[in-house]
Nanobody, 116 residues
Framework: QVQLVESGGGLVQPGGSLRLSCAASGSIGSINTMAWYRQAPGKQRELVAHITSTDMTTYLDSVKGRFTISRNNAKNTVDLQMNSLKPEDTAVYYC??????????WGRGTQVTVSS
């Protein structure tokens, strides 16, 4: 079983920055893809950023140029640097990974609130 623990969420003013981190532990096997999703109240969960084992990245259009996803394979971690935050970025952010057998694992989420 894989455990994912997110950290780094909190309250920030519009225009501010936060860095989210996710650490994987347990029966990880070989991690393939890693990603961050978010879910705002009353909305569906959406993919924010995705990174492959070869460091290819994709982003939600609304965060391009503001967010950066990165991973450390030696530490089994994935980070999300979020700059120029907007109130519409307010959501619970979830870490997600898949291994090479196709199994996926979710973290419990961390709250990000952007408000003045």
């Amino acid at each position: 079983q894989v455990q994912l623990v997110e950290s780094g969420g909190g309250l920030v003013q519009p225009g501010g920055s936060l860095r989210l981190s996710c650490a994987a532990s347990g029966s990880i096997g070989s991690i393939n893809t890693m990603a961050w999703y978010r879910q705002a109240p009353g909305k569906q969960r959406e993919l924010v950023a995705h990174i492959t084992s070869t460091d290819m990245t994709t982003y939600l259009d609304s965060v391009k140029g503001r967010f950066t996803i990165s991973r450390n394979n030696a530490k089994n971690t994935v980070d999300l640097q979020m700059n120029s935050l907007k109130p519409e970025d307010t959501a619970v952010y979830y870490c997600y990974l898949t291994d090479y057998s196709g199994r996926g694992s979710w973290g419990r989420g961390t709250q990000v609130t952007v408000s003045s």
